[in-house]
């Protein structure tokens, strides 16, 4: 019988071969692990609250001019509008002061919530109470606040920041009516969907929001992106566990924007006409009493027109006044733009001097050149610290060009001041032609000439008021929505459950491969026949299985056992070994001690006295004897013994239970072992065997610890050196090359003990015993195949 036959070996290489076969022996770990990641992975998407991803477009307008626009409208208003830094509106979005008034507007100070078993939920518009904060009381923030509902009218209010109360339910309220503590103070309201029988005994709570540090973390979560480069439209996005929330808030938060840019671009008109009604207010007292003085002189004098030359001198007048007029409006414009400058008063109120009917040029440009540097400051003041070199850079832009602004200023002021000279010059030649008329008609003129002056004054600002509150009408929002944040059709960004199902799948098989990997990159041992094969030239002669019996004779105790059988074929491949030799010689050894030489020659000499030949097997192990266990005997006497003369080799011949084989144990333990063995007495020793026995089996000591073995190896027709899976280590196959390669000892053969069905490494022995064996394996069930592999997998069993 071919001892192949008996046990069947897969070569460990890694391949995917035995890949996939090492997931196939091992399904019982690759199955427990995939069972748990996958309950792991329904958990987690259980109870994960889902996050939602909403998003709105923006269009920022770029365009300086703007058909329909007040700065069209109105000739000189460009102010009112400038060419825009997508960049900034980007940062002016995200400003805190935008961000912070949508939060007021959405009542998002207070966060509603309800406790389940296992998750709380927030209940946005669908609590069954609202909360009214007392404005006037500085309120606990980000402290949750418990709410349980008693009855119709009544609640129980409790938190581990208030005050303690007797009762264990906290502070009973009604719904309406004000609650107070030394933290909180409030009014709490049913909301249209209060239902006693639903929301009774439930446990709520809500929050009372820090609105800054609430808008600081909308800011952090919302994300604005430019759709295309070459655009000017604005994607604002931004994830959360109630899209309903977050699509309000995006929603709102560009209603503000396009509301607080409308309200800046109208600033310019607002600042202008409070300029001019300044002015009114200052003239109409002048305009009223110069009427009503020119009215009294006309009826105490009779006098209600001019002659020729009055006529003539007014009408010259006349002019002189409208110039006049226009020159001091604008020369007080020039003053109060001085102080504004000089002040250091908000750049964002000064009037455009277009508005006021300045068409310089030079004084326009330095004045839009500073709205636009104050426009970026502030842009990059949302986003950045105050001590960043960009804003260093800019204020210094706006020193400089302040100062060139009040250069300009007191240059125009000067030739202003020039103009007046020059216009009262004028008005003093008129005057003397006026000085030459008649007393009544001189002065009529002279009170007429300050009626007018006044008149004309209060016209040009009227015009003005006009021009800027019909520019103001005229105004629209530079920027729009585009589209709306939306909600419907929105599927959660996270957790997504293709990925968790992946991830569980990719986890459940890497747990038990990475932990296979480990156990075989610590196993230092022999684990395959393959390894020997690759490391020494010293042939195998067979493969034992491993023992499944709890006897240590199983040759004889479960004949048909797939050990029984492998120990049988080995004793044939035997035969072959030495056959001109009638009685043959056999040593069993191995490298280290623990590696079953007594036990399989035990075996080994029983399977051959089962055959019908005469064998003795001999315990030459002086040093940790064995043999006397497996054979259930005395070691009194012994081999030991004949050594030192107390015995005879017939006195230490034991017979046992089975026909045809005798036991030589080692007897007591010598102290010098070697030396016993070296002695003439082991001649005479095999002399006696050898004519009483066809078969002698040596249970020898192990060669790689002690040199015994070799001063019998003279002896031995046939040296089986035992070499045990899992237990010899792979360093030891170097010495077992050496010993074949050196020819120490010349009939060396190696036998592969106690193989195992699966070791779990990537390497199998199988019996293919289609039921000829006993102890052939029974299928195993599922459950008896996770708890084995648990044991396994904690190495509780070997």
């Known amino acids: 019988m071919n001892p192949s036959t008996a046990i069947t070996e897969e070569p460990q290489g890694i391949n995917i071969k035995s890949i996939f076969h090492l997931v196939l022996r091992n399904w019982y770990w690759y199955t427990l692990s995939l069972i748990f990641c996958s309950v792991c992975g329904w958990v987690y998407l259980r109870y994960t609250p889902a996050v939602y991803t909403v998003s709105a477009s923006l269009l920022i307008k770029e365009d300086k001019n703007k058909i329909g626009g007040a700065e069209n409208f109105l000739d000189g208003l460009e102010l009112l509008s400038s060419s825009r830094n997508v960049q900034n509106e980007i940062e002016l979005i995200r400003s805190f002061s935008n961000i912070s008034e949508a939060i007021k507007e959405l009542n998002f100070d207070v966060s509603y919530f309800e406790q389940g078993n296992i998750k709380v939920a927030e209940l946005y518009n669908l609590s069954p109470f609202q909360v009214k904060l007392d404005t006037n009381f500085t309120q606990v923030k980000n402290k949750p606040i418990y709410i349980t509902i008693l009855s119709d009218s009544t609640f129980s209010i409790h938190s581990s920041h208030t005050e303690n109360t007797s009762s264990d339910h906290g502070v009973v309220c009604k719904f309406g009516e004000h609650c107070h503590s030394n933290n909180y103070s409030f009014i709490i309201h049913k909301t249209k969907i209060f239902s006693s029988a639903v929301h009774k005994n439930t446990e709520y709570y809500f929050i009372i929001n820090d609105v800054e540090d609430l808008s600081h973390q909308y800011s952090a979560k919302l994300n604005i992106d430019l759709v295309d480069k070459k655009s000017s439209v604005l994607k604002l996005s931004m994830s959360g566990l109630l899209p309903v929330k977050e699509s309000d808030f995006l929603n709102k938060l560009c209603e503000v924007y396009i509301e607080s840019g409308l309200e800046e671009k109208n600033q310019t008109a607002v600042n202008t006409i409070y300029f001019i009604d300044n002015q009114l207010n200052q003239i109409t007292d002048s305009l009223q009493g110069a009427e009503n003085k020119l009215e009294r002189f006309r009826s105490n004098e009779k006098i209600m027109d001019l002659g020729s030359a009055a006529t003539n001198a007014v009408n010259q007048l006349d002019l002189l006044e409208k110039e006049r007029a226009e020159l001091i409006v604008k020369d007080r414009y020039y003053h109060y733009l001085l102080d504004y400058l000089s002040y250091d008063y908000d750049i964002k109120k000064i009037i455009?001097?277009?508005?006021?009917?300045?068409?310089?040029?030079?004084?326009?440009?330095?004045?839009?050149?500073?709205?636009?540097?104050?426009?970026?400051?502030?842009?990059?003041?949302?986003?950045?610290?105050?001590?960043?070199?960009?804003?260093?850079?800019?204020?210094?832009?706006?020193?400089?060009?302040?100062?060139?602004?009040?250069?300009?200023?007191?240059?125009?002021?000067?030739?202003?001041?020039?103009?007046?000279?020059?216009?009262?010059?004028?008005?003093?030649?008129?005057?003397?032609?006026?000085?030459?008329?008649?007393?009544?008609?001189?002065?009529?003129?002279?009170?007429?000439?300050?009626?007018?002056?006044?008149?004309?004054?209060?016209?040009?600002?009227?015009?003005?008021?006009?021009?800027?509150?019909?520019?103001?009408?005229?105004?629209?929002?530079?920027?729009?929505?585009?589209?709306?944040?939306?909600?419907?059709?929105?599927?959660?960004?996270?957790?997504?459950?293709?990925?968790?199902?992946?991830?569980?799948?990719?986890?459940?098989?890497?747990?038990?491969?990475?932990?296979?990997?480990?156990?075989?990159?610590?196993n230092d041992t022999i684990t395959s026949r393959e390894m020997i094969e690759q490391s020494t030239k010293c042939p195998i002669i067979g493969s034992i299985a491993h023992n499944s019996q709890k006897n240590q004779l199983p040759i004889i105790t479960a004949s048909k056992s797939a050990i029984s059988e492998s120990i049988r074929s080995l004793r044939i491949n035997l035969q072959y070994l030495a056959a001109d030799k009638k009685n043959k010689v056999i040593g069993i050894s191995s490298s280290i001690s623990g590696e079953g030489k007594t036990f399989f020659s035990s075996n080994l000499a029983a399977s051959i006295a089962l055959s019908g030949t005469k064998v003795v097997i001999v315990g030459t192990d002086l040093r940790k004897p064995k043999l006397h266990h497996i054979f259930n005997t005395t070691n009194d006497l012994g081999l030991s013994n004949y050594y030192i003369n107390q015995a005879s080799i017939q006195d230490i011949i034991k017979s046992t239970s089975i026909p045809k084989l005798d036991l030589i144990t080692s007897g007591p333990v010598p102290p010098n072992p070697t030396e016993l063995l070296e002695s003439a007495k082991t001649d005479e020793l095999f002399s006696f065997l050898k004519k009483e026995y066809e078969c002698i089996i040596i249970d020898a000591p192990p060669v790689g610890l002690v040199s015994d073995y070799y001063l019998l190896s003279k002896y031995i027709d046939a040296d089986l050196y035992l070499v045990r899976q899992n237990h010899t280590p792979k360093a030891l196959l170097k010495d077992i090359n050496s010993v074949y390669k050196n020819n120490k000892l010349p009939n060396m053969f190696i036998v592969f003990n106690d193989v195992k069905y699966n070791t779990g490494y990537g390497y199998q022995y199988e019996y293919k015993s289609y039921g000829y064996y006993d102890d052939t394996p029974e299928k195993p069930t599922l459950t008896g195949s996770i708890v084995s592999g648990i044991k396994k997998l904690f190495k509780l069993e070997s």
């Open 352 to 522: 455009a001097p277009s508005a006021m009917g300045i068409q310089d040029a030079q004084l326009n440009n330095l004045i839009a050149e500073l709205h636009i540097l104050n426009t970026e400051k502030t842009s990059l003041g949302f986003s950045t610290q105050s001590a960043n070199p960009a804003v260093n850079i800019l204020e210094l832009k706006i020193d400089n060009t302040k100062k060139s602004l009040i250069e300009t200023l007191k240059n125009i002021i000067k030739a202003s001041e020039i103009a007046i000279n020059d216009n009262q010059n004028r008005l003093n030649r008129i005057q003397l032609l006026i000085n030459k008329l008649p007393s009544n008609e001189r002065s009529l003129v002279n009170i007429q000439r300050k009626f007018l002056l006044n008149e004309n004054i209060y016209n040009y600002l009227m015009q003005k008021r006009i021009e800027a509150g019909i520019a103001k009408a005229a105004n629209l929002a530079d920027n729009k929505i585009i589209n709306k944040a939306l909600v419907s059709g929105k599927k959660p960004v996270s957790p997504k459950k293709q990925i968790v199902i992946m991830i569980c799948l990719v986890i459940g098989l890497l747990i038990p491969s990475i932990i296979l990997y480990i156990r075989y990159s610590l």
